[in-house]
């Protein structure tokens, strides 16, 4: 009975350390009663620690919502705070999704009513401003190039900050240049619908292997961007590279299959069956210099 109370005693201590310092695997764990983590802890102590572990979590979710309440107070709140607290589950002690929607739908409105007063800004003589016609140039590349809807609106938050208050920074400066650079290099060397049909359907190509090849996907794709600057369909490019691509696989294996029969003790003018077709093992010659 005594050892019987010191495994209590100790798993009830460990039951309260994870508890405070992890609320959330606690929680599951005791749940699980005798097959879970504590099973020697009795019904009464069981749930009042998961009641305790409850009141932890949602003392760790109010911290979470205060945290955005104190950026909404401040005028601090970002698109990417918003993203950075979806991460955290609700169980685990995070916002309601509810909320964050809410509270994101808020800042869509005010970076639109922001970009709509900048674009009715006029000069001395009643014509635009530099700043509305150099924002709606901005607003006219992001709209069109931009497919992902939290990167259109992430990138009209930055253009609504950086111009709100008619002073560029130089950190906006640089912002500001290398997002027109890149979308005017999109601009350049594709048709939209075109190019984006092309490029996704390389990518899935190239990223259904087990292991994909990264830098695989960055040479075809400079290869596809290439042959659509020189005026090439972007279909028949990608269909190209695509085909290339299964060659070179196909190259590859046969050669490593017929170096393995090598390997295995296969002699010159062995035939080798690969994936259905004879092959005739030849020693390579060698060139007369």
Do not use: C
Request: hydrophobic content about 35%; proline content about 3%; aromatic content about 6%.
């Amino acid at each position: 009975e005594l050892l019987n109370n010191l495994d209590f005693n100790l798993q009830f201590q460990q039951a309260m350390y994870d508890v405070i310092s992890e609320p959330v695997m606690a929680k599951i764990e005791l749940e699980k009663k005798e097959n879970g983590k504590y099973p020697l802890i009795d019904l009464k102590t069981r749930l009042s620690l998961i009641e305790k572990a409850q009141r932890i979590i949602r003392d760790i979710s109010e911290q979470n919502h205060e945290k955005i309440l104190e950026k909404i107070r401040e005028g601090t709140l970002t698109l990417r705070d918003i993203e950075e607290a979806e991460k955290i589950p609700e169980k685990e002690g995070g916002i309601k999704t509810t909320i964050l929607e809410q509270y994101r739908r808020s800042l869509y409105h005010g970076i639109t009513n922001k970009l709509n007063e900048i674009l009715k800004r006029k000069d001395t003589f009643g014509e635009p401003a530099k700043e509305a016609i150099e924002v709606k140039q901005y607003l006219d590349l992001i709209n069109k190039f931009i497919d992902n809807t939290s990167d259109l609106w992430k990138a009209r938050e930055a253009l609504a900050k950086a111009y709100a208050d008619g002073i560029i920074t130089p950190q906006e400066a640089y912002f500001l240049n290398n997002l027109k650079k890149n979308l005017n290099t999109i601009a350049g060397i594709r048709s939209k619908n075109l190019f984006t049909l092309a490029f996704n359907k390389l990518k899935n190509w190239l990223t259904k292997e087990p292991i994909p090849n990264e830098a695989d996907l960055v040479l075809r794709t400079k290869q596809l961007i290439e042959d659509i600057s020189k005026g090439k369909n972007p279909e028949e490019s990608v269909n190209e590279i695509i085909k290339e691509k299964i060659n070179e696989d196909l190259n590859m294996r046969i050669f490593n299959s017929i170096q393995e029969a090598i390997n295995a003790g296969y002699k010159e003018g062995d035939e080798v069956l690969i994936q259905g077709k004879r092959y005739i093992i030849k020693r390579k010659e060698k060139k007369n210099e």
